[in-house]
C-alpha cells in the first residue's frame, strides 16, 4: 500500500502503553501494518497509514488502545449529516 | 456441491474446489450490479477434501463470491468451512456493518454443532473480519481460539502449510488494478437514475433562451451538455479509480475535479463554434463540479481511507462543488442571452 497515500494527521488512533500486555494481536490484525511489537510492548509506527478501521481496539484485550472507527466513504458520511439534520436517511456503503 | 461427509453433528456438504461456468457467469453477474444482493450460500457447516476432526475450520461470510473465492483455493487441502451468516456481504463490509461480529461466530459455532464435529478448540477467520470480531471474546463465548488467517483466500493454503503463520504481505490490504477495476461497473450502474434526472433537467435548462424555450435549442445546446456530462461521469468513476497511485493529489475531489476539467475542455473543443464563450466555461465548470464529486464518492470503495479523513475532504470539497455546479447554471442559462 506504498503506493497509496491519504490525508495526514487527522487519524483518531490512539495507544495506552501502561495497559498493553504485548499479546501482539494488534499488530497481526492491522491491514495497514501500523503496529509493532517489541520487548512486550505495542508501538504505533506509521499513523497517517491508519484507515481508523477499528479491527487493533476491538481485538485489543486490555483495551489500550482506542480510535473512532468508521468507514471512510463520502456517501455514508453524507447520509449521515442528512440523518443528523431530519432524523431520516438511509445509508449505501458497501 | 460434492456428495456429504458424515460427522456426530449429521452430514455435512462438501464442497468441489473448482468454479464451474455457472460460477464464473453469475459472479460477472454480480459484479455488474445485476441482482447483486441476492447471492448467498446457507449459513452452516461444509467441508473440503476428507477432513478428521484435527482438520483446519475455515470460518467465512456466506456472500457466494467470497465463499466461492475461499473454496476455488482449497483443492488438496481437508478442512473444515463454517459459513456465517452476514447475510450475503462480504467479509469486510459485514465486519464493519456489525454482521460478521462476535456474536453471529458463537451462534453459528453453536448452530452448527461444530464442537462435537472437530476435536480442535481453534478457528480461522480471515485477517478483515477484525474489525467486527473479538478473538477474546469469542474465547470467552464459545471457547473457541480465533487464529487470524491472511486478507486474502488465496494465500490460505500458504498460510495452514507454514503452521498457521503469515507474512507481512499476506496481512497487508492491496488495491491492484484489477481490484480498482472490478468495482467501475457497479459504481456506473449506480449512477442510472441520477444521471436520467441529471439529463432531463439539462435537456430542460437547455431550451430556455431568448425566444423563452426553444426546442431547437433543446438539442442544439443540450447535446453538448449531455456529452460533457457523460465524460464527466467516465472521469470521476472511471479515469481517477484507474489512475489513482498516478495521481500527485491525496484528495480524490481535487484529482476528479483536474480529470472534469479536462475532459470539459474536449468536450467544449469538440463542439466549438455551436457554444459560445460563456456556455463553454459552464460546461468545463459543470464537469469538474460533478467528476469531483464522483471521485469522493470513491472513497467508500477504497480499503485505505480513514473517516476522518474522508470528512475533512468533503467539509473542503462540498462548498466548492456546489458553487461549481451552480455557476455552470447560471452561466448555462445566460449563455443564450450574453450573445
Ligand atoms: S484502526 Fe485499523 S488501520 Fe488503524 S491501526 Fe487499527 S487496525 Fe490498523
Ligand atoms: S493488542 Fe493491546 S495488549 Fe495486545 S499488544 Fe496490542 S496494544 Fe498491547
Known amino acids: ?94 | 456441491m460434492d456428495g456429504f461427509v458424515e460427522t456426530p453433528a449429521g452430514p455435512v456438504p462438501r464442497v468441489i474446489t473448482a468454479l464451474s461456468f455457472r460460477d464464473r457467469a453469475g459472479a460477472a453477474k454480480t459484479r455488474l450490479g445485476i441482482g447483486r444482493y441476492e447471492y448467498k450460500v446457507v449459513p452452516g457447516l461444509y467441508c473440503a477434501g476428507i477432513p478428521g476432526p484435527e482438520a483446519p475450520v475455515l470460518v467465512t461470510a456466506n456472500y457466494k463470491l467470497t465463499f466461492d473465492a475461499l473454496r476455488k483455493e482449497l483443492g488438496g487441502l481437508d478442512a473444515w468451512i463454517l459459513a456465517a451468516d452476514t447475510r450475503g456481504i462480504n467479509v469486510w463490509c459485514a465486519a464493519g456493518k456489525g454482521l460478521f461480529s462476535t456474536e453471529e461466530v458463537v451462534r453459528r459455532i453453536e448452530r452448527s454443532r461444530l464442537a462435537e464435529v472437530v476435536s480442535r478448540r481453534e478457528l480461522i477467520l480471515p485477517q478483515l473480519s477484525a474489525t467486527g470480531v473479538a478473538a477474546h471474546q469469542v474465547k470467552r463465548g464459545c471457547g473457541f481460539r480465533v487464529l487470524y488467517g491472511p486478507v486474502r483466500a488465496a494465500d490460505i493454503p500458504a498460510f495452514v502449510r507454514a503452521g498457521n503463520a503469515a507474512d507481512d504481505a499476506m496481512r497487508t490490504v492491496t488495491f491492484t488494478l484489477w481490484e480498482r477495476a472490478v468495482l467501475v461497473p457497479v459504481e456506473i450502474l449506480l449512477l442510472r437514475k441520477p444521471l436520467a434526472a441529471a439529463v432531463f433537467a439539462i435537456l430542460l435548462l437547455s431550451g430556455i433562451g431568448p425566444g423563452f424555450f426553444s426546442p431547437e435549442a433543446v438539442l442544439t445546446r443540450g447535446i453538448p451538455a449531455v456529452c460533457t456530462t457523460l465524460l464527466a461521469i467516465l472521469s470521476g468513476t472511471v479515469a481517477v479509480p484507474l489512475f489513482l497511485p498516478r495521481l500527485p493529489w491525496r484528495e480524490f475531489w481535487i484529482g476528479g475535479a483536474l480529470a472534469g476539467i479536462l475532459t470539459g475542455m474536449a468536450t467544449t473543443w469538440l463542439f466549438h463554434g455551436r457554444v459560445s464563450l460563456w456556455e463553454s466555461l459552464a460546461l468545463v465548470l459543470w464537469s469538474a463540479a460533478l467528476a469531483s464529486y464522483l471521485a469522493m464518492n470513491f472513497t467508500g470503495s477504497t480499503p485505505y481511507t480513514s473517516p476522518s479523513g474522508v470528512e475533512k475532504e468533503m467539509r473542503r470539497a462540498i462548498p466548492v462543488q456546489a458553487a461549481g455546479g451552480v455557476l455552470a447554471a447560471v452561466l448555462w442559462i445566460a449563455g443564450p442571452f450574453m450573445g
Open chain 1, 1 to 94: 500500500m506504498k503506493d497509496f497515500r491519504y490525508i495526514e494527521g487527522v487519524a483518531t488512533l490512539r495507544l495506552n502503553a501502561a495497559k498493553c500486555i504485548g499479546c501482539g494481536m494488534c499488530e497481526t490484525v492491522c491491514p495497514h501494518r501500523i503496529f509493532l511489537v517489541r520487548k512486550k510492548k505495542a508501538a504505533i509506527g506509521d499513523l497517517d497509514a491508519c484507515m481508523e478501521c477499528g479491527a487493533c481496539a476491538r481485538n485489543c484485550p486490555a483495551d489500550a488502545i482506542t480510535v473512532t472507527p468508521g468507514v471512510g466513504c463520502a456517501a455514508y458520511i453524507i447520509s449521515a449529516w442528512i440523518h443528523q439534520f431530519t432524523g431520516t436517511g438511509g445509508t449505501r456503503c458497501c
